[in-house]
């Protein structure tokens, strides 16, 4: 076989970088925005009611260390099935490597399925069938846009981004001159020192409010198909976690002043019911836009899923079938195929307050991992490659303190 030949084989195998920054951030936006806000706002009021947007304010300074975090690891190791990557520099144990690269897949697909649950509520608006129809329905079609080109998908999940982000937008301008209630009721926020039951009601929201966060991580796993990833990708993920965090603050507050926090929690459509009150539209006009915010999340989640395990067979992890690549899409659609079905059996199986907590909470974990992986990198001074994005020592530490420490209160709350 020829030298040339070769070189074409192996190229045919790789993932093309064709990814810009306003990809990448509208990838993030549609994980982030999608999976959390429409879908556990409702559950958010229910545990902590109107101090709802102070567990949301913690999460977001917990997740800013781990995004520096994952800015220089990513930038060292842009490479699919990122975590994974990053174990295995620092500990040079592939038991390890294998074990926290199918921990993100399995974190991802407990975190798709839990969004799948989560949109059935707002299709039945329209389409009054049995959830478990529903739900096979949008898995099933979500998996097969999923499986397009990468360009072609997260083109698609960007316009159903724009699409969601507006209806947050219309959500926050509808509120924020709605009355006075979203100003003047502020001090109800913060709870009194002596308030345990209020406190506990936030440290149990603190989960949710990592969920509704999660999704900037995943950007590191689409790093071999960024252009320019030293420069792409830092700024992708800080701007997607703070447009998230910015975004996700006033909707919440808005919600929790418009509607009583316990009606919120009842309701199967709650961003649609804040939307009803405050405007006096019908419920079917946010649900329209809550639909197309949770099928991108869960779009977006597939494609991550397949790139971790297309990474993960790549090194030897996996059976190298998982590597092949459709010769028309560019895309691994057997690894495809594999998340899209478990996503469905889970979706199909798991109630969605106890899938939202175990996302977090393996979410976490792997965040802890993945800090003292850089830890044990900047440990040994290796030299970065050229561009790469240097945090300050302290910060992968606080990253791991924080969410070690995020972990343990919600086991004793």
Known sequence: ???????????????????????????????????????????????????????????????????????ELGTRMPVSASEAAYVQAAFELDWLSLAVGLLVVMTAIVSAATIGVGSAGYIAVFLPLPAPWIISGVVLAMGIVAGLATVQSVTFAGFMTLINVGGLALIIIVGLGHGTDVVTRLPEIWPSAGDATAWAGIARTALIAVFALLGFELLVNIAEELKEPSRTLPRALFLTLGLTALIHGLVVWIAVTAVPPQELARSKAPLALVFERLTGLPLVTMSAIAIVATLNGIIVHMIMIARVIYGLADRGGLPKALTRLNPVTHTPLLATAFGVGTILVLALTVPLAGLADLTAGLTLVIFAVVNLALIRIKGRNDAPPLGTFICPRWVPFAGLVSSVLLLVVDLIV
Do not use: K
């Open 1 to 71: 076989m020829s030298v040339q030949s070769v070189a074409t084989r192996d190229a045919s195998r790789r993932l093309v970088r064709s990814l810009t920054l306003t990809h990448a951030v509208l990838y993030g936006l549609g994980v982030t925005i999608g999976a959390g806000i429409y879908v556990l706002i409702g559950l958010a009021a229910g545990r902590s009611g109107l101090h709802a947007p102070l567990a949301f304010m913690g999460a977001a300074l917990v997740m800013a260390f781990n995004a520096a975090s994952f800015a």
